[in-house]
């Protein structure tokens, strides 16, 4: 089955720096990738995904993320922090009509005044 | 999210006692999941459904029983409960699957004393 591994349970920036948030997946044909975000005391919402097309993926909020098929790689950038993104991270591999959408343990992102 | 609520939000209940967890939807999405999330594991599938009466176990079915009678509610029961089912518990809704990600609602906090 898919798999995914985000590497860091816990990233701190400082506000304005970068962010990169770091996904790896295990898949035996081609995936469907996806970052999510969960704010405290809510549910997950879809930050962005990768289906097919353009291997480089923007989002909400600034996020834009890459699929890079041979370091089986999806990682999450975002050029400038703001307060406003700290926040619980998860990184999700799915195939085409299939029901197991697999997620990541989670990234909690801090940013630092 | 608007489309997609969960009831209750919170719930203290007994070992041993039965619960149910409701899901309903207002998007009239054929596909209904539910997640369980846990510290250092992400979301992990319990079951899903693909349609009225139409459901199959996830990764973490064991324990739990689910029902769809109508495309717009999905429960989930938990026979006898334990305390590793502590726990919070997400709905989500999806069409087609794998392909545009999911919509979460707001989540069960479950708790079993």
């Known amino acids: 089955a898919q798999s995914v591994t985000q590497l860091g349970s816990h990233v701190s920036v400082s506000e304005g720096a970068l962010v990169l948030l770091r996904c790896n997946y295990s898949?035996?044909?081609?995936?469907?990738l996806f970052w999510y975000v969960q704010y405290p005391n809510q549910g997950l919402q879809l930050l962005l995904k990768y289906t097919t097309g353009a291997t480089l993926v923007k989002g909400i909020n600034g996020f834009e993320a890459e699929f890079k098929k041979s370091e089986t790689s999806f990682h999450l950038t975002n050029p400038s922090a703001h307060m406003s993104d700290a926040a619980e991270y998860f990184c999700a591999v799915s195939l085409y009509n299939n029901n197991d959408m697999r997620f990541g343990a989670g990234t909690r992102l801090t940013v630092k005044p | 999210d608007a489309g997609i609520t969960q009831s209750p939000r919170h719930k203290v209940t007994e070992t041993g006692t039965p619960v149910t967890l409701r899901c309903h939807q207002t998007e009239n999405h054929r596909y209904m999941y539910w997640y369980r999330q846990d510290p250092g594991h992400g979301l992990r599938l319990i079951h899903y459904?693909?349609?009225?009466?139409?459901?199959d176990k996830g990764e973490v079915s064991d324990g739990y029983s689910v029902s769809r009678s109508k495309t717009e509610d999905f429960l989930l029961t938990l026979e006898s409960a334990t305390s590793s089912q502590t726990s919070v518990y997400f709905c989500?809704?999806?069409?087609?699957?794998?392909?545009?990600?999911?919509?979460f609602g707001s989540g069960t906090r479950l708790t079993v004393v």
């Open positions: 459904s693909y349609g009225v009466k139409d459901t």
């Open positions: 989500a809704i999806s069409e087609p699957p794998g392909v545009y990600g999911y919509t």
């Open positions: 898949s035996s044909v081609p995936p469907y």
